[in-house]
Nanobody, 117 residues
Framework: VQLQASGGGLVQPGGSLRLSCVASGSDFDYYAIGWFRQAPGKEREMVSCISSSHSTGYADSVKGRFTISRDDARNTAYLQMDSLKPEDTGVYYC????????????WGQGTQVTVSS
């Protein structure tokens, strides 16, 4: 599975962005998809996860602001990010895991998200 993340950019605090993660290869619907981020000088953290059965989970820091979804027919997962804060700044990665999102087998390249006025 190859993953391609896109949709990052520069946005003002309170703004929104939608990240996309497009997968090539087969069996996309078999995998759980996770979104991770890494801020400068910090360790990479998991932001959100959606299972193959479309169950979702979020880090406390983004609950109520971010929404993860997937369209298996398009081999694509999304991360809708609303009410963005400067602390959401970082490089965002998507990853595919056969079971648990925190144990991915495949990573996409990152997309930069910068929240600044």
């Amino acid at each position: 599975v190859q993953l391609q993340a896109s949709g990052g950019g520069l946005v003002q605090p309170g703004g929104s962005l939608r990240l996309s993660c497009v997968a090539s290869g087969s069996d996309f619907d078999y995998y759980a998809i996770g979104w991770f981020r890494q801020a400068p000088g910090k360790e990479r953290e998991m932001v959100s996860c959606i299972s193959s059965s479309h169950s979702t989970g979020y880090a406390d820091s983004v609950k109520g602001r971010f929404t993860i979804s997937r369209d298996d027919a398009r081999n694509t997962a999304y991360l809708q990010m609303d009410s963005l804060k400067p602390e959401d700044t970082g490089v965002y990665y998507c990853a595919a895991a056969p079971s648990r999102c925190d144990r991915p087998d495949y990573w996409g390249q990152g997309t930069q998200v910068t929240v600044s006025s």
